[in-house]
């Protein structure tokens, strides 16, 4: 028997595995090979964004893939939704899976548009919209007015600093701070280290004149493997009869979070208050707070500290 130099050859099955013809002609067969099993090179090609969108619906190409004769192309779901029949072709061409062009519209990514956020995911292209919405790092934004800064927290909290001048009070998680309120004092930014983690406190006009404290965290989504948990407290009026001890009013709560840091935006995502009397005593006629912010891993926080009911 005379050995063929000839190399074996790769191509596509219908339903895209890859198919390797052996060498030999005499024996000639097809054999289906695990795509695991071939080694993968991955390279970087600068193509026409259209060229994987859809030309109907101008939405990101999912598989199936189809085309008509003349090659006028669809998504799945504008194929059903013409009756698979091609509308810009006079006859109505009938649309045909081209099974060949799934493998490259599944094997075509895109950075994360949250990129310069902190994401360093890369997506499949029709996939990248699923991923934005439940993005870990998207941004947060400024509150001011007529600004529109986005950034991560850390991004937001040096932006907050230098060019609105907030104030900001450094916290670290599982230890009390103790804060003045002044009575003119509306909202107190918190931060761990390097603004890692951000938390607004926000102080409203409550019954009587006394003030409502609420407590968000700032974050542009709300996933991760942490939940966070925080407890504020301050000193009640004195009741005569309690002799001399000192009533405290205490609220602890699931942090819920905003993109935006304003009051807008934590009276929006709802949650509890701690009501506070202002305390004729106090310097500025404000209050004093205790804060104190724990958080625990995802799959633990609920048997730690289950959520009261009516909170949502």
């Known amino acids: ?5 000839k190399k074996p050859r790769l191509s596509l099955t219908p339903n895209g595995q890859v198919m390797q013809e052996a060498a030999d002609h005499e024996t000639s067969r097809a054999v289906v090979v695990d795509d695991a099993a071939l080694p993968v090179t991955k390279m970087a090609i600068e193509i026409d964004k259209t060229m994987y969108d859809c030309p109907l619906c101008y939405r990101p190409l999912k598989p199936p893939v189809l085309k008509c004769r003349a090659r006028h192309g669809a998504c799945g779901s504008c ?7 091609c509308h810009l072709c006079a006859d109505g061409g009938e649309y045909e899976h081209i099974h060949w062009l799934d493998p490259y519209v599944m094997a075509a990514k895109v950075r994360c548009p949250n990129k310069p956020f902190g994401c360093r995911t890369s997506v499949t292209y029709f996939l990248l919209e699923d991923h934005r919405l439940e993005c870990p790092h998207s941004p947060c934004y400024c509150p001011e007015p007529g600004c529109t800064f986005p950034g991560s927290p850390p991004m937001l909290y040096d932006h907050l600093k230098v060019h609105h001048d907030w104030l900001v009070t450094s ?8 804060l003045e309120i002044d009575e003119a004092e509306r909202r107190r930014l918190l931060a761990t280290e390097n603004g890692e983690h951000l938390f607004l406190l926000v102080i409203t006009e409550g019954v009587g004149g006394g003030r409502e404290v ?14 966070y948990w925080c407890k504020v407290w301050t000193n009640a009026p004195m009741n005569p009869g309690n002799g001399d001890r000192k009533p ?6 699931r942090a819920r979070s905003c993109a935006v840091p304003s009051e807008e935006a934590a009276m929006e995502v709802g949650g509890r208050y701690l009501p506070v009397q202002l305390l004729d005593m106090h310097p500025r ?6 804060v104190r912010i724990t958080r625990y891993q995802l799959q633990t926080a609920a048997a730690a500290h289950p959520v009261p009911a009516g909170a949502d």
């Open 171 to 178: 916290i670290a998680f599982d230890k009390k701070l103790d």
């Open 79 to 85: 194929a059903e939704y013409h009756s698979r029949k």
């Open 1 to 5: 028997m005379e050995n063929c130099s």
């Open 285 to 290: 006629g404000g209050f004093a707070l205790c």
């Open 248 to 253: 405290i009013l205490m609220l602890e709560d």
């Open 214 to 227: 609420r407590f968000v965290r700032v974050c542009g989504k709300d996933a991760g493997p942490w939940e």
